[in-house]
């Protein structure tokens, strides 16, 4: 079902159609996000008021409302992941173009590049690298909001870094993905290898995941030329297409398996509550 297609009623959140199993209040007793699709900020704030009163009336949401919102803004994102201590490129987020261009100067006066983001995107889409030399577009080409993190080349040269797929507490599966070009996202056409979720890339992952809360995640983590693991960001509504070609484990299974354990550890007495309310 369409998120775009729920809203608000006299009665609280409206999810149309709805006619499942114990349905009596017309909510589903619990939901599995996969995507909130692209749209203006009010849309957007909809869709997630939406979820957040679904959360209220005592639906199971997966991954939360508060987990999505730190995930979708990066900005958020590179702070929850600071704040926890996991090792991560340096970032910054600013409004004020002299202060963005400030902090380029600095990057590239220690030889170094940036990597400019949009503040909501997804799939390595809209991203530039900005060399020594380069200098930041324009607050209209960037809806008014800079955010910059340090670019970190993958050691051992080559483009590539990994995604660990993080389900309920445990790393669940990985994959290297390879690029021709530094975007090394599957939907830019990097190639996926299969690679092992345990040790330091598992022990990241799962760090990460637990700094923005999710109950499951996509982490991406490269290893700079220094040698260091660090994670550049947290997906809370990963695709696993290039992913499951990789790995023999069943990444939908396991999703819905989350779901259900979420479902099994909510009273009784909360979901009749909700069904007469």
């Keep these: 079902m369409s998120l775009s297609a729920c809203g608000f009623g006299p009665d609280g959140p409206v999810v149309p159609g709805f006619d499942g199993p114990g349905s009596d209040s017309g909510l589903p007793d619990a939901c599995l996000v996969r995507t909130i699709s692209a749209g203006n900020f009010e849309q957007v704030t909809l869709r997630l008021g939406v979820l957040r009163a679904l959360a209220?009336?005592?639906?199971?949401v997966a991954n939360s409302p508060a987990a999505i919102e730190r995930c979708v803004d990066k900005s958020a994102n590179a702070f929850r992941l600071a704040a926890a201590g996991v090792p991560t490129p340096r970032t910054w987020t600013v409004a004020d173009p002299i202060q963005a261009a400030s902090i380029l100067a600095v990057l590239h006066d220690e030889g170094r590049t940036a990597v400019l983001k949009p503040l909501f995107g997804s799939q390595g889409k809209g991203l530039r690298r900005l060399d020594p030399g380069m200098t930041l577009p324009g607050p209209d080409e960037v809806a008014g909001v800079y955010h910059l993190q340090e670019y970190v080349g993958a050691?051992?040269?080559?483009?590539?870094?990994?995604?660990?797929?993080?389900?309920d507490g445990r790393p669940l599966a990985a994959m290297v993905r390879q690029g021709d070009h530094w975007i090394t996202n599957v939907k830019q056409g990097a190639r996926c290898h299969p690679a092992s979720p345990s040790g330091v890339l598992g022990e990241l992952a799962l760090a990460a995941a637990a700094a923005v809360g999710a109950d499951y995640a996509g982490v991406d983590v490269i290893r700079a030329p220094d040698g260091r693991f660090l994670v550049l960001e947290v997906n809370s509504m990963p695709a696993w297409r290039g992913l499951q070609a990789?790995?023999?484990?069943?990444?939908?299974q396991a999703l819905a398996d989350l779901v259900l354990?979420?479902?099994?550890?909510?009273?009784?007495?909360?979901?009749?509550a909700r069904r007469a309310g």
């Design 56 to 60: 209220h009336c005592g639906v199971r």
């Design 155 to 167: 050691a051992h040269g080559g483009w590539f870094d990994w995604r660990v797929f993080v389900v």
């Design 246 to 252: 990789v790995t023999p484990v069943d990444v939908a």
């Design 261 to 272: 354990a979420r479902l099994a550890s909510a009273s009784p007495a909360s979901f009749e």
